[in-house]
T-cell receptor, first 112, second 114 residues
Framework: TQLLEQSPQFLSIQEGENLTVYCNSSSVFSSLQWYRQEPGEGPVLLVTVVTGGEVKKLKRLTFQFGDARKDSSLHITAAQPGDTGLYLCAGAGGGSNYKLTFGKGTLLTVNP | DTGVSQDPRHKITKRGQNVTFRCDPISEHNRLYWYRQTLGQGPEFLTYFQNEAQLEKSRLLSDRFSAERPKGSFSTLEIQRTEQGDSAMYLC????????????FGPGTRLLVL
């Protein structure tokens, strides 16, 4: 069974601060996805990383996939209140399925 | 470009009733997934279609659950004889050829079984 552990579970910071969220597993994934979810809504895809060691930047967000494709991190620079939400990482298995295994998420609150 | 849509957004039912949810994926996406999410948890995989073929079902999907994707377009998820433990957010996602891990989710259907 593939498991993904996210840390921290909760994070409350002030506007302008930087933060990093971690996603770790003992399993290898074919790709790793990061999502943000608002209350009562479905997850919104932020990024997909596929290659070990890959780094992707999306404005103030930087995503990294571990060399062994077992872990990932999300770094936010100069957080804003609009970044508030539940951040979920999800690993895709290989073969022909690609079903996603999700972590429990990191609930981020950015205070003005 | 319209995203994944789900209907209804909310459903309240009494224990023992049947419910059916609909998902319309992004057009031209060949893969369609159903997930279930409970409070404080990430989504959990239920079942998966490639075109019209249902290729995998999770052990979470008891025999009271059935899903279809006729003609490889929209999909329906039916729950028969609902139980209070079925209360959850039911999420549908679709992904394109060439990037099957990049799954785009709909807004979900929130089910409450009384």
């Amino acid at each position: 069974t593939q498991l993904l552990e996210q840390s921290p579970q909760f994070l409350s910071i002030q506007e302008g601060e930087n933060l990093t969220v971690y996603c770790n597993s003992s399993s290898v994934f074919s790709s790793l996805q990061w999502y943000r979810q608002e209350p009562g809504e479905g997850p919104v895809l932020l990024v997909t990383v596929v290659t070990g060691g890959e780094v992707k930047k999306l404005k103030r967000l930087t995503f990294q996939f571990g060399d062994a494709r077992k872990d990932s991190s999300l770094h936010i620079t100069a957080a804003q209140p609009g970044d508030t939400g539940l951040y979920l990482c999800a690993g895709a298995g290989g073969g022909s399925n690609y079903k996603l295994t999700f972590g429990k998420g990191t609930l981020l609150t950015v205070n003005p | 470009d319209t995203g994944v849509s789900q209907d209804p957004r909310h459903k309240i039912t009494k224990r023992g009733q049947n419910v059916t949810f609909r998902c319309d994926p992004i057009s031209e996406h060949n893969r369609l997934y159903w997930y279930r999410q409970t409070l404080g948890q990430g989504p959990e995989f239920l079942t998966y279609f490639q075109n019209e073929a249902q290729l995998e079902k999770s052990r979470l999907l008891s025999d009271r659950f059935s899903a279809e994707r006729p003609k490889g377009s929209f999909s329906t998820l039916e729950i028969q004889r609902t139980e209070q433990g079925d209360s959850a957010m039911y999420l549908c996602a679709s992904s394109p050829r060439g990037a099957p891990g990049a799954q785009y989710f709909g807004p979900g259907t929130r089910l409450l079984v009384l």
